[in-house]
């Protein structure tokens, strides 16, 4: 690069208000070589792209400018895919459990920040606690942009229950009246049970929640939409595959509707030995069409070998996918759950008995006021609690470091629940959840469209 383009970048990031290091620069100008007929848009974009960043500084150096050339390259590269192959790398990407980017929310600044370096698999005795916090905090930003319970800023006609902003437990003491809190119900004695935040705790009735007098209604914080959730922190990778601007998502929202032969099949609850697996590698191989044109996903379940039962689950051993993977090179065997990124769209995939779990772990039966499908109380109960499985440590362990990987939030477009319980679809506040059922019990799947968001429950 000409010293008159290393000036021309240093004096357009200055105006930004931003000084840059000798490796921040190398990576800017690096940057620019892709697009040297287009420079200054170039340019523009990758400071645009900044912005939306959260820097610990105004002074750069190679790490953030680097993140940010690398999503916005490898978005340039999806935009560019031929039409006829929009299932491709580019339009199809598939993101492992254990590489899930990793924010911890900031209740003082208000700000997510992102968790870089390397993540321990083995938590110290405070990533336990950690976890939890974690997850309050998640749910309680989400609540306090909710027009219900947070203050007005003018004497305006409240609602029936009065103004709901949220009470931290400890304020109740020597208050009279009645106060909306939100914490985490616990067990802290035997047969005993609380409620806590991160201030207090207070002990709970739970024989005789709704009417009791001190608890008098209680619920999962209200959900809130993913455009909504986006707007409030732009910028940030919460699902992974890479950020992407206005110009990049026309493109795959374009490429998205032009797929409309595209199709997901999910096959749950299969049972095959190792020598079974083979023999399914070998017929597929032996149909040049089917191996060449589709990308099979291997995802582990609940009795599936593997280092132990723990959530996230590693991919398959690979003394367990050589076979199928020497006839189906293009296979990927990933984590459980698994994270799909369909051009523009965010589909989950997680292979777990959950709804037996749920119900068996339950502390306050469902209302049936608005539904008494079993199936879709676990969908409600996911999506609020921005979850894959709010179940106890207990009932089902959970990395402590890695309990970002079943995070919902922003929520996704699709929910794949793979559980053995009977094929269901339910199309929830515009997030499409489905279970395809026990291939192994009844021969039910699913097809599903990504295009039109469609669901075929399907059976042999």
Not at 338 to 355: A, G, H, M, S
Request: aromatic residues 10%.
């Amino acid at each position: 690069m000409s010293g008159a383009i290393r000036k021309k970048v240093q004096r357009k990031f200055k105006m930004r208000g931003y000084t840059l290091k000798v490796e921040a620069l190398n990576e800017a100008l690096f940057f620019l070589t892709h697009f040297q007929d287009a420079e200054d848009e170039a340019l523009d974009l990758l400071l645009d792209e900044l912005q939306h960043q959260s820097l610990k500084s105004s002074i750069l150096d190679k790490e953030p400018v680097h993140r940010v050339v690398s999503l916005l390259l490898e978005a340039d590269a999806a935009v560019e895919e031929s039409p006829n192959s929009s299932s491709s790398s580019g339009g199809l990407r598939f993101i492992d459990a254990f590489i899930t980017p990793k924010f911890r929310y900031d209740p003082v600044k208000k700000v997510f920040y992102e968790h870089t370096g390397r993540v321990p698999i083995h938590g110290d005795a405070s990533a336990k606690a950690t976890l939890y916090r974690d997850r309050f905090l998640l749910l309680l930003q989400r609540l306090s942009r909710d027009s219900h319970f947070s203050r007005p800023a003018f004497d305006i006609e409240k609602s029936q229950f009065g103004c709901c902003e949220i009470s931290p437990i400890q304020s109740l003491i020597g208050l009279t009246g009645r106060r909306w809190v939100m914490g985490v119900i616990s067990q802290l004695e035997d047969g005993h049970f609380y409620l806590e935040d991160l201030t207090a705790a207070v002990e709970i009735n739970l024989s005789n929640a709704i009417s009791s007098t001190c608890v008098k209604t209680c619920g999962f914080p209200p959900l809130e939409d993913r455009d909504k959730s986006i707007a409030a922190f732009p910028g940030l990778d919460f699902f992974g595959g890479g950020t992407l601007t206005k110009e990049e998502t026309l493109g795959l929202v374009e490429m998205e509707k032009r797929a409309v032969n595209d199709m997901f099949v999910i096959i749950s609850d299969i049972w095959l030995d190792n020598e079974e697996f083979g023999k399914l590698g070998q017929i597929i191989g032996a149909r040049p069409r089917l191996k060449e044109q589709s990308r099979f996903l291997v995802i582990p379940g609940p009795d599936d070998p593997g280092p132990s039962t723990v959530l996230p689950r590693c991919a398959l051993p690979k003394y367990v996918t050589e076979e199928f993977q020497k006839h189906v090179p293009n296979a990927i065997c990933a984590s459980n759950p698994c994270r799909v990124k369909f051009c523009t769209q965010e589909i989950v995939f997680f292979r777990q008995d959950l709804l037996y779990r749920m119900r068996r772990s339950c502390l306050i039966h469902p209302s049936a006021e608005e539904t008494s499908d079993p199936f879709e109380h676990l969908v409600a109960t996911i999506t609020h609690q921005s979850h894959l499985c709010p179940l106890p440590l207990s009932v089902q362990p959970i990395i402590w470091n890695y309990d970002h990987c079943l995070h919902l939030y922003p929520a996704p477009h699709t929910i794949v629940l793979g559980d053995k319980s009977e094929q269901k679809t339910f199309n929830y506040v515009g997030i499409t959840c489905f279970n395809p059922g026990s291939f192994s019990n009844d021969s039910t799947f699913v097809a599903y469209r990504p295009c039109t968001r469609e669901v075929e429950l399907s059976a042999l």
